[in-house]
C-alpha cells in the first residue's frame, strides 16, 4: 500500500501562489501515477493536475489551466503542486492521490482512477 500525506495548506490572498506538497510512502516502487484533486463543500471533487511517474509533463485539470505545474522530488518522495493567480475559486480542500494502475490519458484526471488517497489539505483564497 501508498500511504500519501499533504501539507502546505492555509490562507492565501487573491492573486497569489502556493505549493502544496504531498509525502509519499509504503510501496512507492509500483506507482503509476500521481495526481492532486480538490473539494469545496456542497462541490463535486475536480481533479487539479496529474502526471505519469517518470514523466515531466503535468496534465492540468480545465479549470485550472495555464496556472498549475508539478514537480517530484524523488529524494524526498515528494510530489509538489504549485499553482498561481490564486481566485476565489480555488478555495477548497486539496486532496493527493495515486495509483499502481496504468491509466490511460483519458482517464488521467478521473478520481475513480486513483485507489491511494491522502486525507487532504484546506486552501482558502480571498
Known amino acids: 500500500h501508498v500511504q500519501l500525506v499533504e501539507s502546505g495548506g492555509g490562507s492565501v490572498q487573491t492573486g497569489g501562489s502556493l505549493r502544496l506538497s504531498c509525502m509519499y510512502s509504503g510501496r512507492t516502487g509500483s506507482m503509476r501515477s500521481m495526481a492532486w484533486f480538490r473539494q469545496a463543500p456542497g462541490e463535486a471533487r475536480e481533479a487539479v493536475a496529474a502526471?505519469?511517474?517518470?514523466?515531466?509533463?503535468?496534465w492540468p485539470g480545465n479549470s485550472v489551466k495555464g496556472r498549475v505545474t508539478l514537480s517530484q522530488d524523488k529524494a524526498k518522495r515528494t510530489l509538489f503542486l504549485n499553482m498561481n493567480n490564486l481566485k476565489p475559486g480555488d478555495t477548497a480542500k486539496y486532496y493527493c492521490a495515486a495509483t499502481d494502475s496504468f491509466a490511460p490519458l483519458d482517464r488521467l484526471l478521473s478520481a475513480p482512477s486513483y485507489e491511494y488517497w491522502g486525507h487532504g489539505t484546506q486552501v482558502t483564497v480571498s
Open positions: 502526471k505519469y511517474i517518470g514523466a515531466a509533463s503535468t
